[in-house]
């Protein structure tokens, strides 16, 4: 597969050029292929807000590149707009950027500011609700009636409904009760797998990010500590508590295993592995007598 999304020497610093200076993303290379869904992980001032809002081109590089399919996105930087609409961006907390009548006007307004037409931007609206599941009967109301799980859903559509190539969330289950979150991560997984496109998912939840994404970026001080499939990144957990990130529980407890010598790979992310992957050595010491 093509890189889809590349950054090369990628650099920002707040500031530039005065006594306040801040180096927020530090020469970050990476390269993202079409169709995966890659997590984003790092304490809070790593840099990750920084360095996604260059990848749609809200904020310009100090140094290095972005490029989309091997294009770099300021290239022309009249077609930044363009940028913005093939790499489509969920903020935290974006239900407090509704701001129409109603639902569907909202979800309607990026597709309408393409230029597409009517009947198509009316079929948008609807796969985008669909995808972010929200339910037809709401397209309606107004976005101030809906409660807080379905406003983030709004919000989520109005993004889906431009059709990004790549779509890159923010924390996009911050605040919602866990089951919002599970359902919320769920909904996303799907749109991934039934759409097939890239996605970046920003999230403080290890646990989340073990459920759903291929590679991990660790973002450390403004430069990727690890970028790697997710169960090799989660098997550095020392490295990750010294950055005051914490590994899931499960694959914490498989580490431990492992290192007083029982033979379970490292890097285990879910309960489902972990099992399978002691069954058999409980078996052998007769810790276990069912199937
Ligand atoms: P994260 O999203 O991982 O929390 P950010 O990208 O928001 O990290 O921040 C990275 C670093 O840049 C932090 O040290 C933060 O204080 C600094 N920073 C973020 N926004 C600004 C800004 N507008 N002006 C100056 N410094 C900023």
Do not use: C
Request: aromatic share 6%; no cysteine.
């Amino acid at each position: 597969m093509p890189a889809i999304l590349e950054t090369k020497g990628l650099t920002y610093e707040y500031g530039h050029g005065t006594s306040m200076s801040k180096v927020a993303v530090d020469h970050v290379d990476l390269s993202v292929r079409q169709g995966e869904l890659i997590g984003i992980i790092g304490h809070t001032g790593s840099g990750k807000s920084t360095l996604i809002q260059q990848l749609n081109g809200l904020l310009r590089p100090t140094a290095g590149q972005v490029l989309l399919e091997g294009r770099d996105i300021w290239a022309e930087p009249k077609k930044i707009r363009e940028v913005r609409f093939r790499v489509g961006m969920v903020f935290q907390y974006p239900e407090y950027q509704l701001f129409e009548e109603t639902v569907r006007a909202d979800i309607a307004f990026g597709p309408r500011n393409m230029g597409l037409s009517g009947g198509e931007v009316e079929d948008r609206v609807r796969r985008a609700a669909e995808f972010a599941g929200l339910r037809p009967e709401l397209l309606d109301r107004s976005p101030f009636e809906l409660s807080g799980g379905e406003k983030r859903r709004a919000a989520i559509a109005g993004v889906i409904a431009m059709d990004p190539d790549v779509l890159v969330l923010d924390e996009p289950a911050a605040g919602l009760d866990p089951h919002g979150r599970d359902v919320l991560l769920s909904q996303i997984q799907s749109y991934h797998r039934l759409r097939q496109n890239t996605v970046l998912l920003v999230s403080h939840s290890m646990e989340d990010i073990a459920r759903v994404a291929g590679r991990v970026l660790v973002m450390d001080h403004g430069r990727a500590a690890f970028f790697d499939r997710t169960a090799k990144v989660f098997a550095h957990g020392e490295e990750l508590e010294r950055m005051g990130l914490r590994v899931p529980q499960v694959t914490k407890i498989m580490d431990r295993l492992r290192r007083g010598g029982y033979p379970v790979a490292p890097g285990v992310l879910t309960l489902e592995d972990a099992i399978r992957q002691l069954a058999p050595v409980l078996r052998e010491r007769g810790l276990l007598h069912v199937q």
